[in-house]
């Protein structure tokens, strides 16, 4: 009645169907028919796809085409994480495969007239390229970063008089370069002082790869002590 799209739809209702005291027996009952349709929904779209299309010279130069502006634009889209800790670079090269919602749009477009079979072909290589090259390009940047963050290890200060961390302004604030083996002691400390521990903590933390990190008991923080009697009560 709306006229959604059926994808688009379907989410609508299932948000519905949500807030109804039914909802688990109706996601009960709808996993078999899932497991059973959404196979053949694919199966179609694939059978759908002309494979002999996808081999032409304007196919594969309209894949080219979307191909790169399907690239440029989650790596610019990872722009978004300037001052956050992470690797852009690695952000933007996890978002770059165009799987089933994809594929989902482009068959309703082929059913409804919107895509010519040349632009679907098109779509179709673009789904499966981002999808494929993922991984080993997810990889290649994984490797490169702990090499490269092997190659040039932080040189570890003293202990600061009064520990690594200090609470300023409601921040927890490190001081200096721990050595790499007590990041998780330090990280743990950070979460105690505060719920959330600054930024510069949690980079630091994920960039200290080198050498076994270790959490003993004797590092927790102490217990407050209660009286039987106080226990009761609570």
């Known amino acids: 009645m709306a006229k959604l799209a059926p994808i688009i739809g379907a989410f609508v209702a299932g948000l519905a169907l949500a807030r109804t ?6 996601a ?30 304007s196919v594969l130069g309209l894949a080219a085409i979307l191909l790169v502006v399907a690239v440029v634009s989650k790596m610019v889209a990872s722009v ?14 996890g978002m770059l495969p165009r799987g089933e919602v994809g594929l989902i749009f482009a068959s309703i477009g082929l059913k409804e007239g919107v895509l010519g079979g040349d632009l ?30 092997a190659a040039v290890p932080s ?16 921040h927890v604030v490190l001081r200096g370069t721990p050595p790499a083996h007590q ?4 990280a743990m400390q950070a979460a105690v002082l505060a719920a959330g521990a600054r930024r510069v903590v949690a980079s630091w933390t994920g960039s200290a790869r080198s050498g076994p990190t270790t959490f003993s008991a004797g590092m927790q923080p102490p217990r407050r002590s209660c009286s039987r009697s106080s226990d009761q009560g609570r």
């Open 21 to 26: 005291r039914e909802s688990e027996r109706i």
């Open 28 to 57: 009960r009952e709808l996993k078999p028919v899932g497991h059973l349709f959404i196979p053949v929904f694919f199966l179609q779209t694939g059978i759908a796809a002309d494979v002999s299309s996808m081999v032409r010279p």
């Open 80 to 93: 978004g994480l300037i001052g956050s800790p992470g690797d852009r670079i690695l952000v933007g090269l």
């Open 120 to 149: 679907y072909a098109a779509l179709i290589l673009v789904v499966l390229l981002t999808t494929l090259v993922t991984p080993p390009l997810l990889r290649a940047r994984l490797v490169q970063m702990r090499t490269r963050t």
């Open 155 to 170: 040189t570890p200060t003293p202990v600061p008089s009064g520990g690594w961390l200090v609470v300023e302004s409601g």
């Open 183 to 186: 990041a998780l002691h330090v």
